[in-house]
């Protein structure tokens, strides 16, 4: 797919050099075109150039019911599979005004969060591997196959769960739940400060990424910016604090937000995070109600007439799902609201008079999945 | 700051709009040609300027086009959603790129999918179909791909 681009056509005149990164590329992690503008080694200008894996999910949603959809959006950002899915039932339940067990309500919690944690692993991993440092990426996996194995007991999948229904959750916990969930707790406590030994406080990484890729408070808020990149940037925006789901409301937990605006600053915070996600884990896990882990729902759902709006935290931001319902099975017209999208369309004013070695620093600390930005 | 008070001071400063409160946040639907105006000022508003543009996107209605901006204020956390219809034949539509940045990749989303021009937009080419798509809009309802599309 190529594409007419301005920059392609100016390129020779002037002196500035045009690389791309992409489509394939180790950086982008996934499909993913930049079409960069250098003059030396600073850069110019940046084009992302996306929609190479785009699976109209928004359209196929239209002809799907409400039970099925939820399926779809597993399939947006992989590593948040989980959240995505309880973003789509808060949004149908909401339709419904349905009940859910306390059972399950913990459960969808617990989830989440082990959820966040495999994908802070993951992107720790490979944002060290983008800058150079290879051995953290298979320190990260290490602890991301215990999560990956707790789900696949539950879940009986390892990446796209589809285990949250309208409703509830689609079965009960695996016995070994609790245990292996401790079991990981305390190994990945422990191991924690092996991962700021190896990484956080390498002086290699902090020049790195020190000062690099500014975004500042304003570009964030006026390009929509979510998630651990905006806390960076010391826009509070944490939907579990703001607008509570789930029993957040009733957990101790803090929102973290740096003022640094740099790529450091969104590494410190996404640790961080990580720290707060242990402790909501450690908090739930031993009280887990008994009782039902799904209400009951009719086998065919019907949202009323009108529109509904839910929103999620998932481990790279604000994700929302805006249900136009026009009172049939299917939704009229249903919209992701994904935060890659937004995060995306600021990394121009990010690596913006940069160098061309830190664009892959600050693409590590943005954190983008790309079957969330193609939907 | 609940769905009637917002109402009343924004129904103060825009006399042209149709206010709803039935839905989860207040709702407001203005005419096309003054969305420019009604953005620039709610960016602007007072002690609590809709500075957070979460959410834009565009429904077919089949009869006519709607323009769906979700605007929140970062200070106070007050929501309110703006919608404009459009002539299905003929979507015409200020662009507000320069008032949030992140609407510039989302009306690039909304005007290929469901072909909305957006005048006065920075870089209305191409986002996410390949070249060669212009005109044809996937997300309308009466979009027909009989190769790719399979009818459930």
Redesign the interface.
Known sequence: ????SEILDRSGHDGYMVINVGPQHPATHGVLHFVITLNGETIIKLEPH??YI?R?I??MCE??NYRQFVYTTSRMDYLSSHINNHACCLAVE?GLELEIPPRAQIIRILMDELTRLASHQLWWGSMAMDIGALTPFFHAFREREMITDIFEDTCGTRLTMNYMVPGGVMADLHPDFQQKVKVFLKQFQEKLPEYDELVTGNIIFQNRTKGVGILSKE?A????V?GPTARASG??CDVRK?YPYGVYDKLDFKEITDTGCDTWARYIVRMEEMRQSIHIIEQLIDNIPDGDFQAKTKAVLKLPK????SRVETARG?L?V?I?SEGGTTP??I?F?SPG??N???METMVKGGKIGDFVAVMGSVDLVIPDI?R | MNKEELKIKLAATFTTAAFDE????LNMTVPAADWLQVAQLLRNFGDFPF?????L?C??WKTKLTM?Y?LSA?ST?DTVVVKVDLDRNNPEIESVAQI???A???ER?VCELFGVNFLNHPDL???????GWEGRN??RKDFEDPVNMI??
């Open positions: 797919m190529y594409r007419q996306i929609g785009h109209s928004e359209k002809s799907l909401k570009d808020i006026s390009y929509g979510s826009v509070s703001l009108g529109e509904y709006y604000e929302g805006y136009v009229y017209r919209k609201r999208f937004s995306l369309s600021a193609d | 039935s839905g989860q946040w500075d957070y543009l979460f959410c996107t429904i077919d769906v979700h970062i956390r949030w940045k992140t510039n990749f989302h989303e080419r191409l986002l996410i179909l390949p070249d996937p997300m009818k459930l």
